[in-house]
């Protein structure tokens, strides 16, 4: 019997959809599902999760916040770095905030406007926020006291500077800047479009090397970091050693031991994992009361 031939490609086209079924959809998965539970494999298969005594508490390869109720840092604890990933380390919304650094102007809030913080204002408002929670100093070149990007929007007739205004500061807001070029620094009005004006960010005269170090005020890729700079996790010590009555070298030791070095000795850098390091503080020492 002779089948007509679009019904044999017909065929021949179900052939191959039910043995990539069962190659692909089921053999495949089975085959990395056993993989996976081979010794070695298993707690990496299992999400690198991490317990105490039976109740999981975070995982090796997953960051978490340690905040309040209200978002406010828990002294006691190790603050991972900031998370763009949905609220905050969600883990069903992984990514970045994907601002670039050109995003240097907020977004006022203004009737029918949304206020939105640019990249540039978000790491100085961060690194102002840590400076005052760690005792250092949270300037930054290019923000301003207030902890906004500084930013001027210029404007000009020719050679000559006619109108400056600071984008990132709101009426009635006094501006970082008096005078540019001899002219006076306006505040921005809230709904005010600006972008006839130069963009020009302003150093100003925060040390060239930060007290707060870039992971303490940036986002990682994927918002889901576990881990920070030794660097950060050292000018943490004092406020977690003083949070839980112990001295800063106790906690520093704790930071070393956590520490993990570099792949091979040369890929990457050196890291240290929040969730490991706040665990060893919970089994060693006590918050105070």
Same mark, same amino acid.
């Given at each position: @019997?002779?089948l007509?031939?679009?019904?044999?490609?017909?065929?021949?086209?179900?052939?191959?959809?039910?043995?990539?079924?069962?190659?692909?959809?089921?053999?495949?998965?089975?085959?990395?599902?056993a993989?996976?539970?081979?010794?070695?494999?298993?707690?990496e298969?299992?999400?690198? @999760?991490?317990?105490?005594?039976?109740?999981?508490?975070?995982? !090796?390869?997953?960051?978490?916040?340690?905040?309040?109720?209200?978002?406010?840092?828990l002294?006691q604890?190790?603050?991972s770095?900031?998370s763009?990933?949905?609220?905050?380390?969600?883990?069903?919304?992984?990514?970045?905030?994907?601002?670039?650094?050109?995003?240097?102007?907020?977004?006022?809030?203004?009737? #029918?406007? =949304?206020?939105?913080?640019?990249?540039?204002?978000?790491?100085?408002?961060?690194?102002?926020?840590?400076?005052?929670?760690?005792?250092?100093?949270?300037s930054?070149?290019?923000?301003?006291?207030?902890?906004?990007?500084?930013?001027?929007?210029?404007?000009?007739?020719?050679?000559?500077?006619?109108?400056?205004?600071?984008?990132?500061?709101?009426?009635?807001?006094?501006?970082?800047?008096?005078?540019? !070029? #001899?002219?006076?620094?306006?505040?921005?009005?809230?709904?005010?479009?600006?972008?006839?004006?130069?963009?020009?960010?302003?150093?100003?005269?925060?040390?060239?090397?930060?007290?707060?170090?870039?992971?303490?005020?940036?986002?990682?890729?994927?918002?889901l970091?576990?881990?920070?700079?030794?660097?950060?996790?050292?000018? =943490?010590?004092?406020?977690?050693?003083? $949070?839980?009555?112990?001295?800063?070298q106790?906690?520093?030791?704790?930071? $070393?031991?956590?520490?993990?070095?570099r792949?091979?000795?040369?890929? #990457?850098?050196?890291?240290?994992?929040?969730?490991?390091?706040?665990? $060893?503080?919970?089994?060693?020492?006590?918050?105070?009361?």
């Amino acid at each position: @019997m002779h089948l007509p031939i679009w019904l044999r490609r017909h065929l021949a086209a179900l052939r191959v959809l039910l043995v990539c079924t069962v190659l692909f959809g089921l053999a495949y998965p089975l085959a990395v599902l056993a993989i996976a539970q081979l010794p070695g494999l298993h707690d990496e298969a299992e999400g690198s @999760m991490v317990r105490s005594s039976t109740d999981v508490v975070g995982s !090796r390869i997953i960051g978490q916040s340690f905040t309040d109720g209200q978002g406010r840092a828990l002294p006691q604890y190790f603050q991972s770095r900031p998370s763009a990933a949905g609220e905050g380390y969600d883990p069903t919304a992984s990514g970045a905030s994907n601002l670039g650094p050109e995003n240097i102007a907020d977004t006022l809030a203004a009737p #029918g406007q =949304q206020a939105k913080q640019s990249l540039l204002t978000l790491v100085c408002s961060r690194s102002k926020e840590i400076g005052e929670r760690e005792g250092v100093d949270g300037s930054r070149p290019y923000c301003t006291p207030s902890g906004v990007g500084a930013v001027l929007a210029v404007y000009s007739a020719g050679p000559a500077v006619t109108r400056v205004v600071s984008v990132n500061e709101a009426c009635p807001t006094a501006p970082f800047l008096a005078t540019y !070029r #001899g002219v006076r620094v306006e505040c921005a009005q809230p709904g005010e479009d600006y972008s006839a004006g130069r963009l020009t960010p302003t150093r100003g005269g925060a040390p060239a090397t930060p007290a707060v170090p870039a992971d303490g005020v940036t986002a990682s890729g994927s918002g889901l970091d576990p881990d920070i700079s030794p660097a950060y996790a050292l000018l =943490q010590a004092p406020r977690v050693a003083a $949070a839980r009555g112990v001295s800063p070298q106790q906690v520093r030791t704790l930071v $070393a031991q956590h520490t993990t070095g570099r792949a091979l000795g040369f890929l #990457g850098e050196p890291a240290v994992n929040v969730v490991g390091l706040n665990l $060893a503080l919970d089994h060693e020492t006590a918050p105070r009361r």
